[in-house]
C-alpha cells in the first residue's frame, strides 16, 4: 500500500515560527508505536498532574482512554475507513481515522453520504493544560482538512461530520460547521456536520495572518 | 493513495436506472455509488463473519427485524 | 490523496486555532458490549462495592511497592487507566482490565468483577465486606498494618467461590 504524503506546516507556538510537517493518508505502524511509547506515557503524567491539583475529571483530556493500535486493527483492510497522521519534529503528532459509509442528517443534505470523522487526536503535548503552552498547533485544523479533502476526493463534495469532544465544540462552529445539537445516542456529544458550501468557503480562506 | 484500475460493467436496464436514481438522490457519480455499494458490502460481510447481526430497527416502534445477508 | 495548499494558508489555519483542544468522537471505549449498559443501571449497589474496588486496586499495589507504571507494565494494562481506577468511583473498568488485574493479585476472576460493577453479586454478604472494607482502608502513602490486615482479610473474601444459586 503506497502512502501519499503531503508537506504541511504547523506553527511552533513558543518562537511563532513554521515546523515543516507531513500528512499522510494512514495510520502505519510507526505511527501507532508513537502513540505506545511516546503519547501514552506523556498523557499519564498530564493526569497524574490533574489529579494531584484536584482538577474535575470532565475537565481532564477528554480522549485519555483511546486505544489507537486497537481502533486501527478492528478496520484493517476494510476499504469503508481510513487513517490519516500528522507528522513533524520526528514525532506523530495527531491521528484520525475516518469512515465513508455514512450519511448526512442535516436538512439540506440528508442522506447523502459524507465523510465522517469517527476519531479525531492530538499528541498530549498539543494541547494546554494548566497554563503550560502547546508544541505546536495547526494539527486538528490539519487532519479536518485531510478529511474534507478526501470528502472531496471521493465525489462527496467537501461534506463532513463529526461528533465534537465537548472542549472542541466552538473550534468546529468557529470553522464553520452546522451545530446540530447533542446526539442522545452518542453520549450526547454535539454533532456537526459541513456541507459543500462551507467546506468550500473553509479552502478557500487565507485564515489569520 | 493508489493508481485506479478501469472494469467495464454489464448492467440490465432495471441496475442502470437504480444507479441513475441513486446517484442523483445521494448527489455523487455513478462510479462513487457503486465505490460506496462494495464499501458497505465489505464491512457487513465483515462483521457477519464475527458473528455480528444486522438488524433494521422501526424508529417509532423500536421494533427489531434481521436482515439476512450471507 | 495529496493536499496543494500554501504555507501561508496552512499558518492561517494553525494560528485561527488559537487555544482550542481539537478531537472528535466517541468517549466510550469501543465497541461498547449491550451487558455494560445494563449494568450500570444498577448504580447505587454498585457503586458501593466500586468504591472498594478502586481501593483495593490502590492498596495492592502499594504493598508490592509498585507505582502505576510498574503495576501497568506486569498486569500488561495502560497506567492512566490505572490511575482513573484508583481515583474516580463512577469509572467502569474494562473487563479484560480487572481479568488482568484479578490475575496479577490472584484473586478470583469473578469476585473481582462483581466487585468492579461488571457482575451481578447475588450475595449482600459480600456487598457487605466490600463495604466494611472500604470504610477501613485509606489513601495514605504507606500501608498501615491495620490496611495490612484490612486487605488479607479482604483477599480472603475475594478468594472465597460465589454462594449457590437458589431457584
Known amino acids: ?209 | 493513495m493508489t493508481g485506479k484500475r478501469t472494469m467495464t460493467l454489464n448492467l440490465t436496464d432495471a441496475e442502470m436506472r437504480v444507479l441513475d436514481e441513486l446517484s442523483a438522490r445521494k448527489d455523487i457519480t455513478k462510479t462513487a455509488v457503486l465505490r460506496q455499494a462494495l464499501r458497505l458490502y465489505q464491512t457487513i460481510d465483515a462483521r457477519i463473519e464475527k458473528g455480528e447481526k444486522l438488524l433494521f430497527e422501526n424508529d417509532t416502534t423500536k421494533e427489531k427485524a434481521e436482515l439476512m445477508l450471507l | ?167
Open chain 1, 1 to 209: 500500500m503506497t502512502v501519499d504524503i503531503s508537506i504541511i506546516y504547523l506553527l511552533d507556538v513558543a518562537t511563532g515560527d513554521s515546523v515543516e510537517a507531513e500528512l499522510r493518508d494512514a495510520i502505519e505502524q510507526a505511527q501507532l508505536d508513537d502513540w505506545h511509547t511516546k503519547w501514552q506515557p506523556a498523557l499519564l503524567a498530564v493526569l497524574q498532574e490533574l489529579a494531584r491539583k484536584g482538577v474535575p475529571m470532565s475537565q481532564w483530556p477528554q480522549s485519555w482512554h483511546w486505544n489507537w493500535a486497537q481502533k486501527t486493527a478492528r478496520v484493517q483492510g476494510l476499504l469503508a475507513f481510513r487513517g490519516f497522521s500528522v507528522a513533524a519534529l520526528g514525532e506523530t503528532q495527531g491521528l484520525a481515522q475516518v469512515d465513508l459509509t455514512k450519511t448526512c442528517r442535516e436538512s439540506n443534505q440528508r442522506g447523502k453520504p459524507f465523510v465522517y470523522l469517527e476519531y479525531l487526536e492530538v499528541a498530549p503535548w498539543n494541547r494546554p493544560k494548566l497554563g503550560a503552552a502547546p508544541r505546536l498547533r495547526g494539527v486538528g485544523s490539519a487532519l479536518i482538512t485531510a478529511a474534507i479533502a478526501l470528502s472531496e476526493d471521493e465525489g462527496f463534495k467537501g461534506r463532513l461530520g463529526l461528533h465534537s469532544l465537548p472542549q472542541a465544540d466552538d473550534f468546529y462552529r468557529k470553522i464553520g460547521m452546522t451545530d446540530l445539537g447533542q446526539d442522545v445516542a452518542y453520549q450526547n456529544l454535539r454533532y456537526f456536520e459541513m456541507t459543500s458550501e462551507q467546506a468550500r468557503a473553509f479552502f478557500e480562506k487565507e485564515g489569520e495572518r
Open chain 3, 1 to 167: 490523496m495529496k493536499l496543494e495548499r500554501s504555507k501561508e494558508w496552512w499558518m492561517g489555519r494553525a494560528r485561527r486555532e488559537g487555544d482550542a483542544v481539537i478531537g472528535a468522537g466517541l468517549l466510550a471505549f469501543d465497541p461498547v458490549p449491550d451487558e455494560r449498559q445494563t449494568t450500570t443501571a444498577q448504580v447505587p449497589a454498585v457503586e458501593e462495592t466500586r468504591i472498594a474496588f478502586g481501593k483495593f486496586v490502590n492498596l495492592m499495589r502499594r504493598r508490592r511497592g509498585f507505582s502505576m507504571e510498574r503495576l501497568a507494565e506486569v498486569a500488561d494494562l495502560d497506567a492512566s487507566e490505572l490511575l482513573v481506577i484508583e481515583d474516580d468511583v463512577h469509572y467502569v473498568p474494562e473487563p479484560r482490565t480487572v481479568f488482568k488485574l484479578a490475575q496479577t493479585f490472584e484473586v478470583s476472576q469473578r469476585r473481582l468483577m462483581q466487585l468492579a460493577g461488571l457482575a451481578a453479586a447475588n450475595d449482600a454478604g459480600f456487598r457487605q465486606e466490600a463495604v466494611r472494607f472500604a470504610a477501613r482502608s485509606e489513601a495514605v502513602q504507606k500501608l498501615t498494618p491495620e490496611e495490612n490486615s484490612a486487605l488479607e482479610a479482604f483477599v480472603a473474601v475475594l478468594s472465597e467461590q460465589d454462594p449457590k444459586r437458589v431457584k
